[in-house]
């Protein structure tokens, strides 16, 4: 059997699933979800072996650093990926929940019916914990999924869909309701994406070129996992004390995370006070500024000049380019032109200014007084996320277990007629 043949197999598979996953019940549901964080915890050493493969390759390969820690599987990431589990376990079902129900004029009730999307390809780079929060939405969303990650995840990735098929089996769903290519060809993923006949959508997350190569060749509905360009805006009013703390944490505690933040706009009244203090905080950690004439005397030894290419630019490393600005205006004209719908926040005792920030900047999560690293599923009460949608249609923001289904209109009458 040849590629074409074993994709077109899988999304048969895949779409007979997602039928029978469709009227599955929500207990058989949270079984699966909490049998798999079961064997998550008992399989841990099996999972770190798989893991441990990818990374031995990845070294040999020269991967990135920032590559080489979102493929890593540590024990804080499993043991975010068995909270994942029961979490979403927890979650009320979606499937088959009425929304709203008016009557109109002659007696009909009209509402709409949360429905699965269906079969649901997912293709990704590094990142082997997207499989199961992947897998664990979708499943609880009443999809099936095809999971496509990058070769250099593929022993962890296989590793891991084997669990999640044990536990389908031991709930009586169908184990075809997840599954990964079982080769690490990239025409399997060309030849995936013709598959408008079995597959609804399509999710890339991962880099730039990633994005723009399956949105140029899927045949069917693509939702955007786009890059993460975010930036802080320190207003007049900060409170420097805590920008600091904010910032920090913004650049540093997961920097090659997709919502860290990649530029800090700072109000010139303030860019004194602030800088100083910013540079003195975490450039002896490591972090490296790129900055704009008027911030680069304020950063000392850790910083270098600007160059045009650093704007907009995602680093996903311990370097953040530094912008000082006039004032909002021109701080929100910076996120416009180089921002990349993903996460922008201003830091600011001015409630005008937070609201009207929040308002007019245009970001799946715009967040006042608090790090850009809280766009993310789990943070914001979804229990995981299949990726971060930085277009809007039909989801905006983390894509949780709401997002990976549709509503269709319902009607209820007693034999009214159209005259």
């Not at 979800?33 to 990845?58: F, K, V």
Request: proline share 4%.
């Amino acid at each position: 059997m040849d590629i074409r043949e074993q994709m077109v197999e899988m999304g048969k598979r895949a779409k007979a699933a997602a039928r029978r996953l469709s009227s599955a019940s929500g207990r058989a549901k949270q079984d699966a979800l909490l049998i798999l964080a079961d064997m998550l915890e008992s399989e841990s050493e099996a999972i770190a072996r798989a893991n441990r493969l990818d990374l031995d390759a990845a070294a040999g390969r020269g991967l990135d650093k920032a590559r080489v820690q979102r493929l890593t599987i540590s024990g804080k990431v499993l043991k975010s990926m068995i909270q994942g589990c029961r979490e979403v376990a927890a979650m009320a079902d979606p499937v088959g929940e009425i929304e709203s129900m008016t009557k109109r004029p002659n007696g009909m009730l009209v509402g709409r019916m949360r429905v699965p999307l269906g079969v649901v390809a997912m293709i990704y780079e590094s990142r082997p914990n997207a499989t199961v929060d992947a897998g664990i939405l979708c499943l609880k969303a009443g999809n099936a999924v095809i999971l496509r990650g990058g070769s250099e995840a593929f022993h962890s990735n296989r590793c891991l869909a084997d669990l999640m098929h044990k536990a389908l089996r031991r709930a009586g769903l169908p184990e075809d309701a997840v599954q990964v290519p079982p080769t690490t060809d990239r025409e399997a993923v060309a030849e995936m994406l013709k598959l408008e006949e079995y597959i609804d959508v399509v999710i890339p997350r991962g880099g730039e070129g990633l994005i723009r190569a399956v949105t140029g060749q899927a045949t069917m509905p693509v939702l955007k996992h786009y890059k993460g360009v975010c930036q802080i805006f320190a207003d007049a009013s900060c409170d420097v004390a805590r920008a600091v703390d904010i910032i920090e944490n913004a650049k540093m505690q997961y920097p090659s995370g997709c919502n860290a933040m990649e530029c800090l706009l700072v109000h010139e009244d303030v860019a004194g006070a602030l800088l100083p203090k910013v540079a003195a905080a975490i450039g002896p950690k490591g972090v490296r500024f790129k900055a704009c004439a008027a911030s680069l005397p304020l950063l000392g030894e850790y910083a270098e000049p600007a160059a045009d290419e650093d704007w907009g630019y995602e680093f996903l490393d311990l370097v953040m380019a530094v912008k000082v600005v006039a004032d909002m205006d021109e701080a929100m004209d910076y996120i416009a032109e180089y921002g990349s719908n993903h996460t922008e926040s201003i830091l600011s005792e001015d409630y005008a200014n937070c609201m009207r920030f929040i308002r007019e900047v245009d970001a799946s999560l715009v967040v006042a007084n608090a790090t850009t690293r809280f766009n993310d599923g789990g943070q914001l009460g979804l229990g995981a996320e299949i990726g971060i949608s930085t277009s809007k249609l039909h989801a905006y923001g983390p894509m949780g277990i709401k997002e990976l289904t549709s509503a269709k209109f319902v009607l209820l009458g007693d034999g009214q007629i159209r005259e």
